[in-house]
């Protein structure tokens, strides 16, 4: 009989197979074959009919499986053909069996609800928890009811004593004819223990049969049997027997997995069937695919007898509904491994999806510092959500040229008819105008009934501010279409991007998510060593830079301590591209956090040249909390002070408005935030580390020099308000620059400009040094550090030596000063011996400089005296020579003036020992 050839609104059910095998078995199941469809070409489907149904049969394009490949296939066959009503995915899977399943090779699973499933879980998609457990998110839609009552009577037909035309042995017979198909060429069912892993080989015959379990034989007319329950759906292949067996458990008991489902159930109503060819354990072969495939198909073949045509009219067409679903692809989105991050995904799932009582317009902007894990979250999401949204388009915003192109590209992907052909045929060649491609695709997210999209656009980073100076840089919101309905999530480093919805700062992550990437990318967990938590603390949470660490460690054999100190010594070599080709983190655009933060970086610069110079400059200080008062009071006290930080920072030191524009500026790419006590501002750790190691020889000298200079000069006098509180703030600014003040080139800066200038600098210099150490010396000494105490007060003396050199030391002040510094701290510790000699080179000193009878040099008098009196004879104390040695003790810094108080006084006779009179 000649073939027929139907119009497309005549077929009502799309069956989908992944693998060729499958294709063929179901062609076999075919009463009739139809001719192909105009505009369809033969090789795309085979059109045919079963019973009453006429059926559009689609096989995955060679070589691509997984859910967006089914997802792809069956979007493209629903808008071929509209009047589809629901649909079957038909083939092979891996069988799960358990005590309360006896699944066998050759048995078929049909999808059906159990537990909180609706037949099909996605297995490898959820939110990991602690110890790794993950908890499935989102759900996928059961079978339609049609299919359902189909599937009921089936099951009902095992308990009849007569077969009818729905019995599976009935249509298994058709493949009677097909010896490739058959039974005997398939093999023996053969299960392993779940934990006996396969010997090598296409086969088992080198297994071992000691770790074969023993099943009781099935009777003759029991060959097949159809079981009814969960399929687990996902990306990978399971080919280990425990992990089977253990995400079995985990989701209620599953009956077998396979790669495909979860990509149709919630875009194109169906049922699963699948025929078991093995059991998803390493001994996993192609043996049984061919008799599988045959019995899965005429299980099919069997429900759908059970269908009636009118139930099927009955149905709502899944073509009109459908219409403008265009199904999520992952090409172009930067997939990689992914750590969960509740928060930041219930904030994205709060904002962009789709409510059922609000249709207006969702927009988020997920902003952010480079490398803090934005993508990578929008992406999670996109995979995540996709089935909530008629359409998922991710684009590429890195440029405006690039954003153009990811729109071309997601054109061709439209169904035919609802864009002009000129639009959809730019991306393969065709030639066109890109722009109208985008005003094309803009004009289809407008349409009134297209409204169930999500779009995304990924690294908006280029300032539209500046597109006099960067010819890549866009106005997004000119790329948004101007309805109100949809969603919409931007990632971007840009702050000011929230003005247009919704906006959602990601920020670093806590420890424990810290060990779950770390885990992630290095392959097993941090642990309690030591060295572990030191690197987790030098990253502070930086997703990228956890990766990379990780990346490198894992690829390198790099233990924790050595990659901590390459990082501490050799930072830019490590962070750096080697050769421009290979690179840890393949699935990351910029490379590593070295290139990263360039990008922002080379844009301030552009735009406020101080405010990038305040960027480098702060490398040299402490990461947290820089105001503008730490730049104003070396300005105000000297001139050599005011001139360097004005040719750094032009007149933001003068001008707390201009600071304030440098770090608004700097905020805006995300690269400092607010301090937690809103004091003050904050950089990243990592990306100070970066801002040091990205200077040159000369900006590091220069820079280092500015630092100690802005903190030592900042230094405020004991009589000023607040003193303590200002010494305090400064204190992890001066220990930041501690390891300045002993570089051995940093009184050479400006010898370029002349003995003149460089001696100015180093005058400067050794004041800002001289306030600096003593600021440490004495807060070190307060916080009872006594040791760290003395390393600093010698070590400023070691500085003045090299300043000033040996033969003036004795007659500068601020050296005097350390001395007497260091003689009230012997003292304290008991050492009188030491003590004594401290404080007569100062007072020598002063004598030198001020004369015998100026009153500086009566307080270290009176601790020689008193330090006397403490070897002499005990019972010779007078209460005089004790409140002035008491008093000496307090006097370190020689501005101050006033002894202290009698309270200050007593604690310090009690530390000493003494007793009141």
Same mark, same amino acid.
């Not at 027929?4 to 799309?14: E, S």
């Not at 992990?243 to 699963?272: H, I, Q, W, Y």
């Not at 094309?440 to 995304?456: E, H, I, R, T």
């Not at 009188?832 to 000699?837: I, L, T």
């Given at each position: 009989?000649?073939?027929?050839?139907?119009?497309?609104?005549?077929?009502?059910?799309?069956?989908?197979?992944?693998?060729?095998?499958?294709?063929?078995?179901?062609?076999?199941?075919?009463?009739?074959?139809?001719?192909?469809?105009?505009?369809?070409? @033969?090789?795309?489907?085979?059109?045919?009919?079963?019973?009453?149904?006429?059926?559009?049969?689609?096989?995955?394009?060679?070589?691509?499986?997984?859910?967006?490949?089914?997802?792809?296939?069956?979007?493209?066959?629903?808008?071929?053909?509209?009047?589809?009503?629901?649909?079957?995915?038909?083939?092979?899977?891996?069988?799960?069996?358990?005590?309360?399943?006896?699944?066998?090779?050759?048995?078929?699973?049909?999808?059906?609800?159990?537990?909180?499933?609706?037949?099909?879980?996605?297995?490898?998609?959820?939110?990991?928890?602690?110890?790794?457990?993950?908890?499935?998110?989102?759900?996928?839609?059961?079978?339609?009811?049609?299919?359902?009552?189909?599937?009921?009577?089936?099951?009902?037909?095992?308990?009849?004593?007569?077969?009818?035309?729905?019995?599976?042995?009935?249509?298994?017979?058709?493949?009677?004819?097909?010896?490739?198909?058959?039974?005997? %060429?398939?093999?023996?069912?053969?299960?392993?223990?779940?934990?006996?892993?396969?010997?090598?080989?296409?086969?088992?015959?080198?297994?071992?049969?000691?770790?074969?379990?023993?099943?009781?034989?099935?009777?003759?007319?029991?060959?097949?049997?159809?079981?009814?329950?969960?399929?687990?759906?996902?990306?990978?292949?399971?080919?280990?027997?425990?992990?089977?067996?253990?995400?079995?458990?985990?989701?209620?008991?599953?009956?077998?997995?396979?790669?495909?489902?979860?990509?149709?159930?919630?875009?194109?109503?169906?049922?699963?069937?699948?025929?078991?060819?093995?059991?998803?354990?390493?001994?996993?072969?192609?043996?049984?695919?061919?008799?599988?495939?045959?019995?899965?198909?005429?299980?099919?073949?069997?429900?759908?007898?059970?269908?009636?045509?009118?139930?099927?009219?009955?149905?709502?067409?899944?073509?009109?509904?459908?219409?403008?679903?265009?199904?999520?692809?992952?090409?172009?989105?930067?997939?990689?491994?992914?750590?969960?991050?509740?928060?930041?995904?219930?904030?994205?799932?709060?904002?962009?999806?789709?409510?059922?009582?609000?249709?207006?317009?969702?927009?988020?902007?997920?902003?952010?510092?480079?490398?803090?894990?934005?993508? #990578?979250?929008?992406?999670?999401?996109?995979?995540?959500?996709?089935?909530?949204? @008629?359409?998922?388009?991710?684009?590429?915003?890195?440029?405006?040229?690039?954003?153009?192109?990811?729109?071309?590209?997601?054109?061709?992907?439209?169904?035919?008819?609802?864009?002009?052909?000129?639009?959809?045929?730019?991306?393969?060649?065709?030639?066109?105008?890109?722009?109208?491609?985008?005003?094309?695709?803009?004009?289809?997210?407008?349409?009134?009934?297209?409204?169930?999209?999500?779009?995304?656009?990924?690294?908006?980073?280029?300032?539209?501010?500046?597109?006099?100076?960067?010819?890549?840089?866009?106005?997004?919101?000119?790329?948004?279409?101007?309805?109100?309905?949809?969603?919409?999530?931007?990632?971007?480093?840009?702050?000011?991007?929230? #003005?247009?919805?919704?906006?959602?700062?990601?920020?670093?992550?806590?420890?424990?998510?810290?060990?779950?990437?770390?885990?992630?990318?290095?392959?097993?967990?941090?642990?309690?060593?030591?060295?572990?938590?030191?690197?987790?603390?030098?990253?502070?949470?930086?997703?990228?830079?956890?990766?990379?660490?990780?990346?490198?460690? @894992?690829?390198?054999?790099?233990?924790?301590?050595?990659?901590?100190?390459?990082?501490?010594?050799?930072?830019?070599?490590?962070?750096?591209?080697?050769?421009?080709?290979?690179?840890?983190?393949?699935?990351?655009?910029?490379?590593?956090?070295?290139?990263?933060?360039?990008?922002?970086?080379?844009?301030?610069?552009?735009?406020?040249?101080?405010?990038?110079?305040?960027?480098?400059?702060?490398?040299?200080?402490?990461?947290?909390?820089?105001?503008?008062?730490?730049?104003?009071?070396?300005?105000?006290? @000297?001139?050599?002070?005011?001139?360097?930080?004005?040719?750094?920072?032009?007149?933001?030191?003068?001008?707390?408005?201009?600071?304030?524009?440098?770090?608004?500026?700097?905020?805006?790419?995300?690269?400092?935030?607010?301090?937690?006590?809103?004091?003050?501002?904050?950089?990243?750790?990592?990306?100070?580390?970066?801002?040091?190691?990205?200077?040159?020889?000369?900006?590091?000298?220069?820079?280092?020099?500015?630092?100690?200079?802005?903190?030592?000069?900042?230094?405020?006098?004991?009589?000023?308000?607040?003193?303590?509180?200002?010494?305090?703030?400064?204190?992890?600014?001066?220990?930041?620059?501690?390891?300045?003040?002993?570089?051995?080139?940093?009184?050479?800066?400006?010898?370029?400009?002349?003995?003149?200038?460089?001696?100015?600098?180093?005058?400067?210099?050794?004041?800002?040094?001289?306030?600096?150490?003593?600021?440490?010396?004495?807060?070190?000494?307060?916080?009872?550090?006594?040791?760290?105490?003395?390393?600093?007060?010698?070590?400023?003396?070691?500085?003045?030596?090299?300043?000033?050199?040996?033969?003036?030391?004795?007659?500068?002040?601020?050296?005097?000063?350390?001395?007497?510094?260091?003689?009230?701290?012997?003292?304290?510790?008991?050492?009188?011996?030491?003590?004594?000699?401290?404080?007569?080179?100062?007072?020598?000193?002063?004598?030198?400089?001020?004369?015998?009878?100026?009153?500086?040099? #009566?307080?270290?008098?009176?601790?020689?005296?008193?330090?006397?009196?403490?070897?002499?004879?005990?019972?010779?104390?007078?209460?005089?020579?004790?409140?002035?040695?008491?008093?000496?003790?307090?006097?370190?810094?020689?501005?101050?003036?006033?002894?202290?108080?009698?309270?200050?006084?007593?604690?310090?006779? %009690?530390?000493?020992?003494?007793?009141?009179?």
């Amino acid at each position: 009989m000649a073939r027929r050839r139907l119009d497309a609104a005549a077929y009502t059910v799309g069956w989908i197979c992944a693998l060729p095998v499958e294709l063929a078995a179901a062609q076999v199941m075919l009463d009739e074959e139809h001719l192909p469809h105009d505009g369809v070409t @033969s090789t795309q489907y085979t059109l045919g009919r079963i019973g009453s149904h006429n059926i559009v049969l689609a096989c995955l394009p060679a070589g691509q499986m997984g859910i967006g490949a089914a997802a792809f296939s069956a979007g493209q066959a629903m808008s071929s053909f509209t009047s589809i009503r629901f649909g079957l995915m038909v083939g092979v899977g891996g069988g799960a069996p358990s005590a309360e399943a006896d699944v066998r090779l050759g048995d078929v699973v049909v999808s059906q609800p159990a537990w909180q499933h609706g037949g099909v879980v996605q297995y490898d998609f959820g939110k990991t928890g602690p110890g790794g457990r993950m908890t499935r998110t989102g759900s996928l839609n059961a079978p339609p009811k049609v299919l359902l009552h189909a599937v009921t009577q089936l099951r009902a037909s095992r308990y009849q004593a007569s077969q009818d035309r729905g019995s599976l042995a009935t249509h298994l017979s058709a493949f009677d004819q097909q010896p490739y198909f058959s039974r005997e %060429k398939a093999g023996p069912d053969v299960l392993f223990e779940a934990t006996y892993h396969h010997d090598g080989g296409l086969t088992c015959e080198r297994c071992s049969k000691d770790h074969v379990v023993l099943r009781t034989a099935r009777r003759a007319d029991e060959d097949v049997t159809i079981h009814y329950g969960t399929i687990a759906s996902g990306n990978q292949v399971i080919k280990d027997g425990a992990t089977r067996d253990r995400l079995s458990k985990e989701l209620g008991g599953v009956l077998c997995f396979e790669m495909e489902a979860a990509g149709l159930m919630n875009d194109l109503p169906c049922l699963v069937v699948r025929g078991i060819c093995d059991y998803a354990d390493s001994h996993k072969n192609k043996a049984w695919q061919p008799y599988a495939a045959a019995t899965a198909a005429a299980c099919a073949k069997a429900i759908l007898s059970l269908v009636p045509a009118a139930e099927v009219v009955r149905t709502a067409v899944m073509g009109k509904a459908c219409k403008y679903r265009v199904p999520f692809i992952l090409k172009g989105v930067p997939v990689g491994k992914f750590a969960e991050r509740p928060k930041d995904t219930e904030a994205l799932e709060r904002a962009l999806l789709p409510q059922d009582n609000m249709k207006e317009r969702r927009l988020l902007a997920a902003y952010g510092l480079g490398g803090v894990g934005k993508t #990578q979250l929008a992406a999670n999401f996109a995979r995540r959500q996709q089935h909530s949204f @008629s359409s998922v388009l991710w684009l590429d915003g890195s440029s405006e040229s690039s954003l153009k192109q990811s729109f071309a590209a997601f054109a061709s992907r439209i169904p035919a008819g609802q864009i002009p052909e000129a639009s959809r045929l730019y991306a393969a060649g065709q030639g066109g105008d890109v722009d109208a491609v985008v005003r094309d695709v803009l004009g289809w997210l407008s349409m009134a009934d297209n409204s169930d999209w999500l779009l995304v656009i990924d690294n908006v980073d280029r300032d539209d501010q500046r597109r006099e100076d960067d010819a890549e840089a866009y106005d997004v919101g000119e790329y948004l279409p101007q309805v109100d309905h949809g969603s919409v999530l931007i990632t971007t480093r840009l702050r000011h991007l929230g #003005q247009l919805g919704e906006r959602w700062e990601v920020r670093t992550v806590d420890k424990e998510q810290a060990q779950a990437i770390f885990k992630t990318w290095y392959g097993r967990s941090v642990g309690e060593h030591f060295s572990g938590d030191e690197l987790l603390g030098l990253l502070d949470g930086l997703p990228l830079a956890l990766a990379q660490a990780a990346a490198y460690m @894992s690829e390198t054999g790099t233990s924790f301590g050595t990659y901590i100190r390459l990082y501490k010594e050799q930072w830019r070599e490590l962070m750096e591209p080697h050769d421009g080709r290979r690179m840890p983190l393949r699935n990351y655009a910029n490379g590593s956090v070295a290139t990263t933060w360039t990008i922002s970086y080379t844009a301030v610069r552009e735009r406020n040249e101080a405010a990038a110079n305040l960027l480098l400059l702060w490398a040299h200080l402490d990461n947290k909390s820089l105001w503008h008062g730490l730049l104003a009071a070396a300005s105000q006290k @000297s001139t050599v002070a005011a001139e360097r930080t004005s040719a750094w920072l032009q007149d933001m030191a003068r001008s707390e408005v201009k600071f304030i524009n440098a770090v608004r500026m700097l905020r805006s790419y995300s690269l400092v935030e607010e301090a937690g006590d809103q004091t003050g501002h904050s950089t990243h750790p990592v990306v100070h580390q970066w801002a040091l190691h990205m200077q040159d020889d000369r900006q590091q000298t220069v820079l280092s020099w500015l630092a100690v200079v802005l903190v030592g000069l900042a230094v405020p006098m004991r009589d000023e308000k607040k003193y303590w509180e200002m010494q305090a703030r400064l204190l992890p600014h001066a220990e930041r620059c501690e390891k300045s003040v002993v570089r051995e080139d940093i009184t050479d800066q400006g010898a370029e400009d002349g003995a003149s200038e460089q001696e100015k600098d180093n005058k400067t210099l050794l004041w800002a040094v001289h306030n600096l150490v003593n600021n440490l010396g004495n807060l070190y000494r307060d916080q009872g550090k006594l040791d760290k105490a003395e390393t600093m007060y010698k070590r400023a003396l070691q500085g003045y030596e090299k300043g000033v050199g040996p033969e003036r030391i004795s007659s500068y002040v601020p050296a005097l000063n350390t001395l007497w510094a260091l003689g009230s701290l012997s003292d304290s510790l008991g050492r009188v011996d030491e003590a004594r000699v401290w404080y007569s080179k100062a007072l020598s000193g002063y004598e030198k400089v001020f004369g015998g009878g100026n009153p500086k040099c #009566q307080p270290l008098r009176d601790n020689l005296v008193a330090l006397e009196m403490i070897e002499g004879d005990s019972d010779v104390r007078c209460e005089t020579a004790v409140q002035e040695h008491v008093y000496s003790r307090g006097v370190i810094d020689p501005r101050q003036s006033q002894p202290k108080s009698a309270s200050r006084r007593h604690r310090v006779l %009690k530390k000493l020992g003494w007793k009141r009179a």
